[in-house]
């Protein structure tokens, strides 16, 4: 998008960044006590800074380098919660007397952490995995986002009931004493005020309103009730400028503490926040595609907000991330380009520099309830849609019991173990659910012989001759990648199904993956199953470059050689039944020339009467490749095919192409529609190999109609037999493929 496009809509940009800087200032100081409030009251006007600076650095950074358009980009739940779930023992652990210098050094090692991650996104872009990391399982994200909304919620406990420090709920039970009502009363105002100002009120952010309601309400309890009475307020808050000293600083102070054992918390910490930041970015850049009709770019989003992330760190911000929230309100307040995201980080930067002692001056509680309604939001509906399904899909429910039972997992370990704790296993288990997918047979479904048939028209004692011994022909419909566990469980089926059939057809239509593993074993199927004296057929991979390139560099085309490959299956089936009838010693009519006798059509025929009717055709003689009938034409002659194969053929819509519908072989008769209806024909007819015919012009079958009406007769009801059998068959292959 050109500057002066971006421009155009500059009115909109600003009202759509100021909508987002209004929700990102609450919550950007929020989270930034979450993660330092522990270092004790007097941190908390810094820690609020700290928050402030992501929304400044990282999200002009991403603003400016990121692959999504209206992506406003700011402090998150999620990223804030494992950031203080490493701070936090921290505070613990490190036994430094003077408090200056054991701040500085935890605020260091959480930069450390951050600068980790953004290197992490940094490389996830580089390395093109923007698609990749958007594959994690939802079950897995779900839980992981509902174990953080519960968190999110029992965080802000003590500071909605006016305790400072963390305060469970099982000490406000025991010990309701520890409540401030007026306190209580302020935070569940904002909550409830934030709620219904989202539900009526549109043209304001609810947050901003739940921020000014709750605020008075402080005050005015304040003068009513007297200053002990409440918690606190955030403190003595002034801006200063961010500096880029804090990695310098720590390294003066690093030889107080033994770094070696920090070393494994500091980037598994860092991979997390890179790998969940990640994910979250990508996911709100899906949702402002859906609501812009953009098109982001994951890989340039991923190395936008790493560098962001690396300059958060370098300034002890906190982490950011791309965020639907904030997005939404941009979008609806106008919002339309990336310059929406860089006016909304400087005039984040203006509010505070000029309005930093009003800032100073919110209460803890409010800004613990717009965080409680933010936590209210992250509970995932899915998980409750599942729960309301449980009882309504039975057929479904296996699946639905699996899901959920993933998505408890991971919420439970979040909330009760360690939010890091519970990425990694659900990196785990989402690993297992990949193992095990891989691992289900890709057998889509399967039939044998007798019950479909190829597009091949035969005649009724062939066809009977293949309701009988087709049953040796079996057909597996595969569907998904061929990888190492996939490959190894369709080896052991084929090799079990491979005593009761003698063709073995893989339908590789759906296949759009093969590894090496997959390869060596399909090498490795073939030879057992040539060994057994059986034939393997593989159909569809020919139409695949990419596929029959790969095996014909793994040695798998000279492993199974060339006449096992088919363009498609119906061809390989109909070779199958070729081979079936040339092996079979009451064979008729396989290959050869077929004698007017023969033909089924005049089955119930006299010699005589098939005399009489010999002298009413014109014998035609057709070379490979000539086309019989043309689409179109008027003609009704009635063909009796002797010798050869014909296939009706139509053309592709917007294409020279052309497709198989149906193979005469010999020994039936084609033409019939237009013969009995006097319709145009519908289709081509192609001579597939030197072919001999019989005709019967309407004329001649007039004459006959005189000289013989019982003849005629006989001949119409054979016909309409002829149809009505292969209509039979046919029926039969639909109601297999239905209930396959």
Not at 199 to 218: E, Q, W
Not at 317 to 327: D, F, I, M
Not at 594 to 599: G, H, K, V
Not at 636 to 657: C, M, Q, T, W
Request: charged residues 20%; glycine residues 8%.
């Amino acid at each position: 998008m050109n500057l002066k496009k971006r421009l155009s809509n500059i009115k909109g940009d600003l009202s759509g960044a100021v909508s987002a800087a209004i929700i990102s200032i609450p919550l950007s100081i929020g989270y930034g006590i979450i993660v330092y409030g522990p270092l004790g009251a007097e941190f908390l006007p810094f820690a609020a800074l700290l928050g402030i600076y992501a929304c400044l650095l990282g999200g002009i950074c991403a603003s400016l380098l990121g692959g999504t358009e209206i992506q406003i980009t700011a402090p998150k739940a999620p990223l804030s919660l494992i950031l203080a779930a490493f701070v936090a023992p921290l505070t613990l652990s490190l036994h430094i007397t003077d408090p200056a210098s054991r701040s500085i050094l935890i605020v260091g090692l959480a930069s450390m952490c951050v600068l980790t991650g953004g290197i992490i996104q940094l490389l996830f872009g580089a390395l093109r995995l923007g698609n990749l990391i958007k594959y994690v399982p939802y079950p897995v994200v779900s839980g992981f986002m509902n174990g953080i909304a519960v968190i999110l919620i029992l965080e802000q406990l003590g500071p909605l009931v006016g305790v400072r420090g963390h305060v469970s709920l099982f000490e406000i039970f025991y010990n309701p004493t520890v409540v401030q009502p007026c306190t209580l009363v302020v935070g569940l105002t904002t909550i409830i005020v934030i709620f219904f100002a989202r539900r009526f009120i549109k043209a304001v952010p609810a947050s901003l309103i739940g921020l000014v309601a709750g605020t008075v309400l402080f005050y005015a309890l304040k003068n009513i009730a007297g200053a002990a009475a409440l918690g606190p307020v955030i403190g003595n808050f002034s801006f200063q400028w961010p500096k880029p000293d804090i990695l310098p600083k720590i390294s003066r102070i690093l030889w107080s503490i033994n770094l070696a054992d920090l070393y494994p918390r500091i980037l598994v910490t860092g991979f997390v926040l890179g790998s969940i930041g990640a994910l979250e970015s990508l996911l709100s850049s899906v949702a402002a595609d859906n609501i812009a009709g953009t098109r982001h770019n994951s890989n340039k989003e991923l190395i936008g907000q790493g560098i962001g992330n690396m300059m958060n760190a370098v300034f002890s911000a906190l982490p950011s991330a791309g965020s639907e929230l904030h997005n939404m309100a941009n979008y609806r307040a106008g919002g339309r380009t990336r310059l929406s995201s860089l006016m909304c980080g400087f005039l984040i930067l203006l509010i505070v520099m000029t309005l930093g002692l009003v800032i100073g001056k919110i209460p803890l509680t409010v800004i613990a309830g717009i965080i409680v309604s933010v936590g209210m939001g992250l509970f995932d509906r899915w998980t409750l849609d599942l729960f309301r399904n449980l009882s309504q899909a039975r057929e479904q429910r296996k699946r639905i019991i699996a899901n959920l039972t993933v998505t408890i997992v991971v919420a439970v370990i979040t909330v009760c173990v360690n939010l890091i704790v519970a990425v990694l296993i659900g990196i785990a288990i989402a690993s297992g659910l990949f193992v095990v997918r891989m691992g289900k047979s890709i057998v889509k479904r399967k039939y044998s012989g007798d019950q479909i048939r190829s597009k091949k028209v035969r005649s009724i004692k062939n066809n009977m001759l293949l309701e009988e011994r087709g049953k040796g022909i079996i057909v597996y419909e595969l569907s998904g990648p061929l990888f190492f566990g996939s490959a190894d469980n369709l080896a052991r089926e084929i090799e079990g199904a491979i005593n009761h059939y003698v063709y073995c057809i893989l339908d590789m239509k759906r296949v759009d993956e093969i590894d090496s593993t997959g390869a060596k074993i399909l090498g490795q199927i073939s030879k057992k199953v040539t060994a057994s004296g059986k034939y393997l057929l593989i159909s569809y991979l020919t139409v695949n470059p990419s596929l029959s390139d790969f095996l014909k560099a793994m040695g798998v085309y000279k492993t199974l050689g060339e006449d096992c490959f088919f363009p498609d299956t119906d061809a390989a089936l109909e070779w199958a039944e070729d081979n079936v009838l040339t092996r079979s010693i009451d064979l008729a009519g396989a290959s050869g020339r077929i004698q007017l006798e023969q033909m089924d059509i005049l089955r119930d025929f006299t010699p005589l009467e098939i005399q009489v009717l010999a002298q009413k055709l014109t014998r035609k003689t057709f070379r490979k490749g000539d086309i019989i009938v043309k689409e179109s034409d008027t003609d009704r002659n009635l063909f009796f095919l002797a010798k050869g194969l014909v296939s009706v053929r139509i053309h592709l819509p917007e294409s020279d192409r052309s497709k198989r519908l149906i193979t005469y072989s010999a020994g039936v008769t084609f033409g019939d529609m237009a013969f009995l209806d006097g319709s145009p024909r519908s289709a081509d007819v192609w001579a597939e190999e030197d072919a001999e015919t019989f005709v019967l012009s309407p004329a001649e079958f007039k004459v006959l109609q005189a000289e013989s009406p019982p003849m005629a007769i006989k001949l119409i009801r054979n016909i309409a037999l002829e149809i009505s059998e292969r209509l039979r068959i046919r029926t039969n292959e639909v109601r297999v493929l239905e209930e396959g």
